[in-house]
Nanobody, 115 residues
């Protein structure tokens, strides 16, 4: 059973930065395509960043140029560096493989962008 634990969220002012981490209990990130998802209050969960098993990345248009996904296979951890944050980035952020598995969803980490 794989457990994913997200951390690093918090309250930040518009224009600020945060770095999220997602640690896996087993080594899956080196062989799987993984992603960061987010769910804002009252909205559907959306995929915002992808790190493929081959090492390439892809981003939703809404975060392109501001967010960077990375992977540290030795630490079984993926990261999401978020810069130039906007109020519309406020959401609970989750990590999972792609396509996501229900049993892998963690608690997520809350990101709130507000002045």
């Amino acid at each position: 059973q794989v457990q994913l634990v997200e951390s690093g969220g918090g309250l930040v002012q518009p224009g600020g930065s945060l770095r999220l981490s997602c640690a896996a209990s087993r080594s899956i990130f080196s062989i799987a395509t993984v992603g960061w998802y987010r769910q804002a209050l009252g909205k559907e969960r959306e995929l915002v960043a992808v790190f493929t098993s081959g090492g390439s990345t892809n981003y939703a248009d809404s975060v392109k140029g501001r967010f960077t996904i990375s992977r540290d296979s030795a630490k079984n951890t993926i990261y999401l560096q978020m810069n130039s944050l906007k109020p519309e980035d406020t959401a609970v952020y989750y990590c999972n493989i792609i396509p996501p598995r229900d049993k892998y969803w963690g608690q997520g980490t809350q990101v709130t962008v507000s002045s």
